[in-house]
């Protein structure tokens, strides 16, 4: 975990308020694991993987979103006119990379904005299971990982952004990202840790 350690090391002067998420009102957020985004999360996959097996031993309700467009002319919006091409709804692309397979006490949300908030019912589900506190991993750090926390911080979450369980193009990217929310959305903590703290609790 030597690379959690680095990023919460640089990030330090602005990560200083402590706090732990409480299992019994906690929500895993799984976000845009897909494979369009395989390569970018690759190196994070395996830390993913153990935050969801943490989560599953301690019951914990977990949310995987899937980000997709089915008719980008009319869906697209802005992100169209950004991206040009989108993942196309249903496609290759837009499934859940191998390994990331749901269970049936698992949430599957599909959107086509960078926040999970956005006209998918994530609030409401959110609401309906008692979560308080969100754990968030996945991609892209500062796309749709980060308009989550901030969308969940305004909805009054306590925000747990894994530093490394969540990735994005390249380091200057992520770290300014973790260091925004830091400074005003949610604790920034690594995987080992948050681990270790939920089987521990």
């Not at 193009?169 to 080992?192: C, D, K, M, P, W």
């Amino acid at each position: 975990m030597v690379q959690s350690q680095s990023w919460l090391q640089a990030i330090k002067a602005e990560n200083f308020r402590q706090a732990w998420p409480l299992p019994g009102k906690t929500a895993l957020l799984v976000i845009d694991m897909q494979n369009s985004f395989g390569a970018l999360a690759a190196p994070v996959l395996s830390n993913v993987f153990s935050l969801i097996e943490a989560c599953r031993k301690r019951g914990v309700k977990i949310f995987f979103t899937r980000h997709g467009h089915r008719e980008p002319a009319k869906d697209g919006g802005m992100l169209s006119v950004w991206w040009g091409d989108l993942i196309e709804f249903g496609s290759t692309q837009w499934q859940l990379m191998p390994g990331l397979d749901p269970v049936g006490t698992d949430t599957v949300i599909d959107k086509n904005r960078y926040s999970a908030f956005f006209k998918t019912g994530m609030d409401e589900g959110l609401r309906a299971a008692g979560a308080e506190d969100l754990i968030i991993c996945g991609v892209m750090t500062n796309c749709c990982c980060e308009t989550t926390a901030r969308d969940a911080f305004v909805r009054d979450y306590r925000v747990f952004f894994v530093a490394d369980a969540t990735a994005t193009v390249n380091q200057e990217l992520h770290l300014a990202s973790l260091r925004n929310l830091a400074y005003g959305f949610a604790y920034i903590v690594g995987t080992q840790d948050m681990c270790q703290r939920l089987e521990s609790d």
